[in-house]
Every structure is written in structure tokens, then in C-alpha cells.
């Protein structure tokens, strides 16, 4: 099957990218939001071909899958199919719905042509389809390896642009479970907070590993990527009880709560005993192997595009 789909989310992609069919995504001289293309910090197959509008506009494509609700008119103007009606078409929804609970209605809500599907069945059950149908599939990403050795007596925190998206990804409490513990941040976006900016995946992924322990303070966003990388590393989580993150992580993988000062309790434990640590972090990895596995991601899939395809 041949997929179009742009590159919007990018660890998201990297799973994606791993099944058996061939995927265009669009590029653009800028490689902007619209065509960035193939990723440059992640590996990627040889099956993502990069395409450009002009040439899109004769190449033959059997299912578009959306990300944005901008992806619907970039697929008519620049190839004259209308996705849902020309083009069988999925809508992957990465993120949690923003605003009053009354008001979190899906942009494709009552779409019948098109099937929404979410990363999380948080996600599922925030935001208002309407009759659009629906289904879950959970994020499944490429093991990492484990690869933890704790010897450094830090947390890793992984946000993008934790200024810009502050009380969304719990950048705000970072002061208060920095006083004991020293957090190191990545991503993008990060060195205004000492952090580290951006780095090629497998370099985040040894970096991360060397870290005590995870911290995810995020308040209201999908299950981050960044977490299920975190467990299956080998590394304890301490992390809040919001969103998804309650379902993905159990008790014996670290520690969850919805109050500040536990997290900060428990990073301080962690500190303290490295070997309680990596027991924790044991299970961490075992729990995301077993439900954020690739081959169950892939198979996910294979089934709902088979079924849209028709």
C-alpha cells in the first residue's frame, strides 16, 4: 500500500514508518511545517520517499493519513483528491483536546467518511467526535535496548518548547522538585532552562539512560513518546497522575501522583537508593515492551488500514 502522510509527529512517524508498506511525505525547499519531509534525527527506511508537490500531483497513493485538519486541504490542492470522498483517509489525533470540557469538539467531528483515530483512549474519551468513527490504537515505538546505568544522581525531563507550552507540560514545577534533586531537561527549545537542546535519538536515548531516574511533570498533554522511551531504557518514572499516564504507568515502575510533593519524595528516595532504582526501572521496561511494543503497534494498523482501504 502506498501512504501518504506528512511529517508532523516525529518519534510517532518513526514507528509508523516501520511496517510493510511504501509512505510519501511531502517536502518543501523551506522543509517547514507543510514538507519537512524525511526526519534528520531519527533513522528512517529507504520505503519514506520524499516528494514534492509538483510531483505528488501524478503520483498514484491508495490512503492519506491526516494529522492536521490543514492536511485535508493539502491533499485536495495539491494532488485533486478529497480525502474521505476521492481517497480513503484516517485522521491520527496526537494530541488531548484544550479548553472547556462542554467545548472540546473535534475539528472532523461528524465525518463519516474519514475514521478518527486516537493515540490514547484518554484522547478517545475527551474529545467530542460527534458521528465520526473512532478507534484507539496506543503508541508503539522501536525498543530502544535497555541501556540504563543510573550513575549519575539526576532526573531526565524530556519537553518540547517548555517556555512556549509552560503550565501544559508542568514547566512551572520544575522549581519545586529542583530543590533536592538536580533535573536535567531535553529537547527542544530547553537551553533558557540550562537544558539540553535537541539531540539525534540514539545520542537522547544514552543521555537519558544515564540519569537516575525519569520525571514526566506533564499536566495536560497525549502520552508522550518520551515516557514509553523512558521505560523502555530501563528507568524508573516518577511521573503525574494526568492524562494516560495513569493506564501506562503501574506502580512497581516508580511513582505517580497527582501531588508535587510526593514526586518530589520520591525523586529524592530514588537518589538515595540506586538499587531500588533499577528494580523499578526493570519493570518499567518489561510493562512498555509488553504494551508499547512495535509488532502490536504495526498490527494495529495493518488492520485499520486494511479495513479503510477496503
Not at 510519501?24 to 520505503?47: Q, Y
Not at 514526566?216 to 524508573?236: D, V, Y
Not at 518489561?286 to 477496503?310: H, I, K, M, N, Q
Request: proline share 7%.
Amino acid at each position: 500500500m502506498r501512504i501518504l502522510l506528512w511529517h508532523v509527529h516525529g518519534s510517532w512517524t518513526t514507528g509508523f514508518l516501520q511496517g510493510s508498506h511504501e509512505y510519501l511525505l511531502p517536502v518543501l525547499p523551506d522543509r517547514g511545517p507543510d514538507g519537512r519531509g524525511r526526519a534528520r534525527t531519527w533513522e528512517w527506511p529507504a520505503a519514506a520517499v520524499e516528494v514534492t508537490p509538483a510531483e505528488l500531483a501524478h503520483s498514484d497513493f491508495d490512503l492519506v493519513l491526516l494529522q492536521r485538519p490543514r492536511d485535508l486541504e493539502l491533499t485536495a490542492a495539491w494532488t485533486g483528491r478529497r480525502p474521505g470522498v476521492d481517497v480513503p483517509a484516517i485522521y491520527v489525533e496526537h494530541n488531548a483536546p484544550q479548553g472547556r470540557i462542554a467545548e472540546m469538539r473535534h475539528p472532523l467531528a461528524d465525518r463519516e467518511d474519514i475514521v478518527l483515530a486516537h493515540v490514547t483512549h484518554f484522547n478517545d474519551l475527551f474529545w467530542d467526535a460527534g458521528t465520526t468513527p473512532t478507534r484507539v490504537i496506543e503508541h508503539g515505538i522501536p525498543d530502544p535496548g535497555y541501556r540504563y546505568t543510573g550513575e549519575l544522581e539526576e532526573a531526565a525531563v524530556a519537553i518540547n518548547e517548555p517556555l512556549r507550552r509552560w503550565r501544559v507540560t508542568g514547566t512551572d514545577l520544575l522549581p519545586r522538585l529542583n530543590h533536592d534533586v538536580r533535573l536535567r531537561v531535553f529537547g527542544m527549545g530547553v537551553e533558557r532552562l540550562g537544558g539540553i537542546e535537541d539531540l539525534p535519538q540514539e545520542r537522547l536515548h544514552d543521555e537519558m539512560a544515564r540519569r537516575r531516574a525519569y520525571l514526566h511533570p506533564i499536566r495536560w498533554t497525549s502520552l508522550g513518546l518520551s515516557l514509553i522511551e523512558a521505560m523502555q531504557l530501563g528507568m524508573p518514572v516518577v511521573a503525574l497522575a494526568t492524562t494516560e499516564a495513569i493506564e501506562a504507568v503501574p506502580p512497581e515502575a516508580g511513582t505517580i501522583s497527582t501531588r508535587v510533593d510526593v514526586l518530589a519524595t520520591a525523586l529524592r528516595e530514588l537518589m538515595a537508593d540506586p538499587e531500588r532504582a533499577r528494580q523499578q526501572g526493570k519493570e518499567a521496561r518489561r510493562v512498555a515492551c509488553e504494551r508499547f511494543g512495535l509488532d502490536r503497534f504495526l498490527a494495529d494498523w495493518d488492520e485499520l488500514l486494511a479495513e479503510v482501504s477496503g
